[in-house]
């Protein structure tokens, strides 16, 4: 069983930076694609940012020049670093994993606030 835990979230003003973490257990190797969600309230959860176990990335529009994931696979840690912030970005962000991109993961953590104030 895979279990992910987010750190990292908290308040920052507009323009500042996050680095959100999320602690991998449950699997020993890097062959599963993870990747971080978020979801504002109101809205539907989205896609932010993934990576697959070839180290490619892939980035919603909203955030691309902004975020950058990546992921220590001796750690089994996946990290998103958030600069330039925007009010828009508040959320509950997830981390996720499952052995495939672009699907809806099979395994997800319980999340970890983000908010930024203009």
């Known amino acids: 069983q895979v279990q992910l835990v987010e750190s990292g979230g908290g308040s920052v003003q507009a323009g500042g930076s996050l680095r959100l973490s999320c602690a991998a257990s449950?699997?020993?190797?890097?062959?599963?694609?993870m990747g971080w969600f978020r979801q504002a309230p109101g809205k539907e959860r989205e896609g932010v940012a993934d990576?697959?176990?070839?180290?490619?990335?892939s980035y919603a529009d909203s955030v691309k020049g902004r975020f950058t994931i990546s992921k220590d696979n001796a750690k089994n840690t996946l990290y998103l670093q958030m600069n330039s912030l925007k009010p828009e970005d508040t959320a509950i962000y997830y981390c996720?994993?499952?052995?495939?991109?672009?699907?809806?993961?099979?395994?997800w953590g319980q999340g970890t606030q983000v908010t930024v104030s203009s």
């Open positions: 996720a994993a499952d052995l495939f991109c672009h699907v809806v993961p099979d395994y």
């Open positions: 990576i697959g176990s070839d180290g490619r990335t």
């Open positions: 449950g699997y020993t190797d890097s062959s599963y694609c």
